[in-house]
């Protein structure tokens, strides 16, 4: 391996095709192992995975990886993203891992390392893994003798359900509200119902047949009209949809109305600030998240402080800054009162306490600014330096004047995907389309 293994959530790639293969696996397990043996103890990781075909691939093939060089494993099968992280910290385990490509269809997966502390790995942690990777690890093989072992925890799911029902206020539930929630045929289809039925809610399940390929197919979080349309024809009083491993979550109201990230970021930030819980003076997002939100946030005495994408980097800044809430436009929520990384379903229950406590209707709980028109648009990349181009840079610097100091303007590549995400909003949305239009189309150009 020389091309570059980590992005912005881990590894990522096409099943079957490097570096989703079962030899690349095979080595970040042994790579991730060397790296986490710290002491004589019998050390231990926890492995998790959504529900793709290509788990079947890759849980072996990591497992045998940490095996070979003495680690224990400990399998917890289809389970979100932060089970794996809370159930690292439980079992007291040296590294978690979870087996996913998050909102991604089937067709890719993804690899995602949490440490002891149940926090994604540092930037640090990262390279010195994937140096690994590359380099010859035969010595640091473990004896016969020495071996790790694997054994199941079969209840996994359900230390996780207490876990996060712990997280709902006590004294309120979820009594009179149906719930539609759509579980994106991923990790949280068993989860998500039942947690919000043992609270009370008559629940509209959607999205729990998965079948190894219709993860997040025309469902879950990028993909919300099936579960507005649900909502509605079933008289939800509100919709949830999380994504495939359940690490992000939007909102429909009573009406079919959207509410996404920057929405629910807003509100909890509202409440918990009313009720001296907020931590930090406000609330940590991204580059991405609205402009709206910001004005709203300051209207009310907070702050919004911005990183790069990626929930990653928006967690680190809180830990710097002691933020307690933290989230991306995308519906990654992180309360870190609770969870060490984003968890839709915390973050929905957090938004159904309000709804609960306040005994208003979703669409006057969960709209709380007027969001600024805003583009995005994804350009194809498939390599070359096209943003060095000196038409594409006149045409950003173009865009920019053209928004003034009313408006924002953001161009880079995906960490993610194989493509140039264009963004712009302000006050005139004929004006902001065009602006992405324009810089769209010279990427365009230059990528070919």
């Not at 269809?105 to 390279?127: C, Q, R, V």
């Not at 380099?135 to 996060?164: I, K, P």
């Not at 306040?358 to 709380?368: D, N, Y």
């Amino acid at each position: 391996m020389t091309a570059r293994l980590f992005g912005t959530d881990g590894i990522r790639g096409t099943s079957n095709t490097e570096p989703m293969t079962a030899e690349t696996a095979l080595r970040v397990g042994m790579a991730a192992a060397v790296q986490f043996v710290r002491g004589d103890h019998r050390h231990q990781v926890v492995i998790g995975k959504d529900t793709r075909l290509s788990g079947y691939l890759l849980e072996p093939a990591l497992t045998a990886g940490f095996i070979s060089m003495g680690m224990d494993v400990v399998l917890i099968g289809p389970i979100p993203t932060p089970a794996v992280a809370m159930l690292t910290r439980s079992l007291r385990a040296d590294l978690g891992v979870m087996i996913s490509a998050s909102h991604n269809p089937y067709e890719d997966n993804g690899i995602k390392l949490f440490g002891p502390d149940g926090f994604k790995l540092s930037d640090a942690d990262e390279t010195e893994i994937e140096a690994r990777v590359n380099s010859d690890m035969t010595g640091e093989r473990a004896g016969a003798a020495n071996l790790g072992h694997a054994r199941r925890l079969d209840d996994a799911r359900g230390r996780y359900n207490e876990y996060v029902k712990q997280t709902f206020p006590r004294g309120l539930r979820l009594d009179g509200l149906k719930i539609a929630v759509d579980c994106a045929n991923g990790a949280a289809y068993k989860v998500a119902p039942e947690v919000l039925w043992e609270l009370g809610a008559e629940v509209v399940p959607i999205g729990v047949d998965p079948d190894g390929f219709n993860i997040n197919k025309g469902c879950g979080s990028t993909d919300t009209d099936y579960m507005r349309s649900l909502s509605m024809a079933h008289s939800a009083d509100i919709g949830l949809a999380l994504d495939g491993d359940a690490d992000r979550v939007l909102i429909s109201d009573e009406k079919g109305g959207l509410v996404d990230g920057d929405q629910i970021l807003g509100l909890i930030a509202k409440d918990w600030a009313r009720q001296g819980r907020l931590q930090g003076g406000g609330v940590v997002s991204t580059v991405m998240s609205n402009l709206g939100l910001e004005q709203y946030l300051s209207g009310i005495g907070l702050e919004l402080i911005r990183t790069q994408v990626g929930d990653r980097y928006v967690v680190e800044r809180m830990r710097a800054d002691d933020f307690n809430v933290g989230g991306e436009q995308s519906g990654h929520i992180v309360l870190s009162d609770y969870s060490t990384t984003g968890d839709g379903l915390i973050a929905a229950l957090q938004v159904l306490a309000i709804i609960v406590a306040t005994g208003k209707p979703a669409s006057e709980i969960c709209r709380v600014f007027e969001p600024l028109p805003q583009v995005l648009k994804n350009v194809q990349f498939n390599g070359g330096k096209p943003l060095e181009d000196k038409v594409v840079k006149k045409a950003i610097a173009d865009g920019e004047g053209r928004l003034g100091k009313t408006g924002r303007l953001l161009v880079r590549p995906s960490g993610t995907e194989p493509v140039i995400r264009v963004m712009a909003e302000g006050e005139d949305e004929a004006l902001v389309e065009s602006v992405v239009g324009d810089i769209a189309v010279e990427i365009e150009r230059a990528c070919r």
